[in-house]
């Protein structure tokens, strides 16, 4: 079982940054990849981007490439989402999840857990 807790949304301005944290529980983390995904009012959640349980492999949503960093500590248990540049097309929930056997993935049925989701919302 893994348990994620995710931090740092907020509310921020158009070209500002902000770093998103997920903190997951148990001594395992390092077998798992870890995704992050977003879901906007009245939309479907969306693949984000994703890091290998090394974090030697990453993979970014082309709406994000170039403008977020996925990166994770595995000594510490966390996944960062450093995210600059943001848009108001940013805005959403912002969720975590974590997939064994530790390889990528885009598709959140992948994932076999789940954190609570932080608020990003992007002003204009």
């Known amino acids: 079982q893994v348990q994620l807790v995710e931090s740092g949304g907020g509310l921020v301005q158009a070209g500002g940054s902000l770093r998103l944290s997920c903190a997951a529980s148990?001594?395992?983390?390092?077998?798992?990849?870890m995704g992050w995904f977003r879901q906007a009012p009245g939309k479907e959640r969306e693949f984000v981007a994703v890091?290998?349980?090394?974090?030697?492999?990453?993979y970014y949503a082309d709406s994000v490439k170039g403008r977020f960093n996925i990166a994770r500590d595995n000594a510490e248990n966390t996944v960062y989402l450093q995210m600059n540049n943001l848009k108001p097309e940013d805005t959403a929930v912002y969720y975590c999840?974590?997939?064994?056997?530790?390889?990528?993935?885009?598709?959140?049925?992948?994932?076999?857990?789940w954190g609570q989701g932080t608020q990003v919302t992007v002003s204009s």
């Open positions: 890091i290998n349980w090394s974090g030697g492999s990453t």
């Open positions: 999840a974590a997939k064994e056997l530790g390889g990528l993935a885009k598709g959140a049925l992948s994932y076999d857990y």
């Open positions: 148990g001594r395992t983390f390092s077998r798992y990849a």
